[in-house]
């Protein structure tokens, strides 16, 4: 096959699983930013403050953790 004809294949399987890889994201439900929220302190994301969780039940999970 000619040079030309292999890039015009290449460029087009590209651009298909591009767009189809896209579309199938986009319907996943996984909101903007999911992957960067720290739930837990697991592997090194220990904040002062966690989203979701309130004052209390961080004080008490933080006095869990202390040396006594």
Known sequence: ?????WIAL???????GFLG????SA???TEPGYFEAVEAA??????????GVSKE???????LSEDE
Do not use: F, N, P, R
């Open 42 to 51: 697991g592997y090194g994301g220990g904040a002062e403050l966690i989203e």
């Open 27 to 29: 319907h996943t439900g």
């Open 1 to 5: 096959m000619k040079t030309g004809l």
């Open 10 to 16: 290449t460029v087009a399987v590209w651009l298909l």
């Open 57 to 63: 039940m961080q004080d008490y999970y933080k006095g």
């Open 21 to 24: 890889g896209y579309k199938i």
